[in-house]
């Protein structure tokens, strides 16, 4: 029966490296592990899920728990046995390629199997993201290049396990994508001395068109140049570049009205895959504060990658956020309307 198979184990994996694309400049890390990976969509709630309340032994270690006490707990935070960095190794073979070094963890977002973010509560959430603004502080004392925290929800996003979960994974080396990110902002507060953040929220607010919600200390927008369907910016009013500097109001402000985006898109789109991405500053550099403010992107899997997309880098979307954004707004509101404050 398969309820009497014992719990599974998470964990296993082999090391990973960097391979530098020579045609494009992009990076590849190639992660072989990551195969290995355990996955429960097919499966119900029975008992053998390791993120699950009785589990814990079938995880790493844990690095945090919320609350302190060991049961019961709202939020664990371990490293992730599947990584796609890892402890610094040595040189690679050939090819330019190099050891994907850093630190990579899983954050369980409740104790409950079948816990949706779109339902939770303001102060879940909270817990949260206080947990995630905790470990990057940590990690950030090792001096990595980067710190990034995403959530994917639904197969086509990634998933592999149904359990409420997030990512954090430091990395040693920043990749070209996130410095690319990183010197757009740069130039554009050398050539204005503005904070590109502050400007791209202040040209949303003037056009109202693609703005969501903007109240309660968090402008939510879908950005001009979106790049799927119904991509989405939350912006709080916070000068820190990144998750670990982040305020307790700007992380409140977050968590009020994160689960009503995501109930009005599942409204909207019937619960599609996604995934959510705080996007943030580099860690090493300390006038990241004046040009970078720490935000989340919100990227639902509604189209796919075609030849057009491969071939050229572009991005195709067939919906104009001058008529999705609307669409939103008018879901999110009515979320906010049946489930109240």
Not at 313 to 324: C, I, R, W
Request: hydrophobic share 40%.
């Amino acid at each position: 029966m398969p309820g009497d198979r014992p719990p599974r184990r998470y964990g296993g994996g082999m090391a990973a490296e960097i391979r530098p694309d020579p045609e494009t400049g992009d990076w590849h890390i190639v992660a072989p592990g990551r195969a290995a990976r355990p996955s429960d969509h097919a499966e119900p709630a029975d008992g053998r899920c390791p993120f699950c309340p009785g589990n814990e032994a079938l995880t790493p270690p844990e690095v945090l728990r919320h609350p302190a006490a060991p049961q019961p707990w709202r939020v664990r935070v371990f490293p992730n046995r599947y990584a796609v960095v890892g402890p610094a190794a040595g040189p690679a073979a050939d090819g330019g390629a190099r050891a994907a070094t850093g630190a990579h963890e899983v954050v369980v977002e409740s104790p409950r199997h079948d816990a949706e973010l779109r339902t939770a509560r303001p102060g879940d959430v909270l817990a949260v993201l206080a947990a995630m603004r905790d470990r990057c502080r940590a990690l950030a004392a090792a001096g990595p290049a980067a710190i990034v925290v995403f959530r994917n929800h639904g197969v086509a996003a990634g998933t592999s396990l149904r359990h409420p979960h997030s990512q954090i994974v430091a990395l040693d080396d920043a990749p070209p994508g996130l410095v690319r990110r990183w010197d757009n902002a740069r130039r554009h507060f050398d050539g204005t001395g503005r904070c590109l953040h502050d400007d791209l929220a202040a040209a949303e607010r003037a056009a109202g068109t693609r703005v969501v919600h903007d109240a309660g200390g968090v402008l939510v927008y879908q950005p001009r140049a979106a790049g799927v369907p119904h991509e989405t910016v939350l912006l709080p009013d916070d000068r820190s570049p990144g998750l670990a500097g982040a305020s307790d109001d700007a992380l409140a402000a977050v968590a009020g009205v994160l689960p009503g985006v995501l109930a009005g898109l599942a409204a909207v789109r019937d619960d599609p895959a996604y995934n959510l991405v705080v996007h943030a500053g580099p860690v090493r550099d300390g006038t990241a504060r004046d040009w970078y403010r720490w935000h989340v992107g919100l990227y639902p899997r509604l189209t796919r990658r075609a030849g057009l997309e491969i071939a050229t880098g572009l991005s195709v979307n067939p919906a104009a956020p001058e008529q999705t954004a609307p669409e939103l707004r008018r879901a999110v509101l009515a979320a906010s309307t049946t489930t109240g404050p």
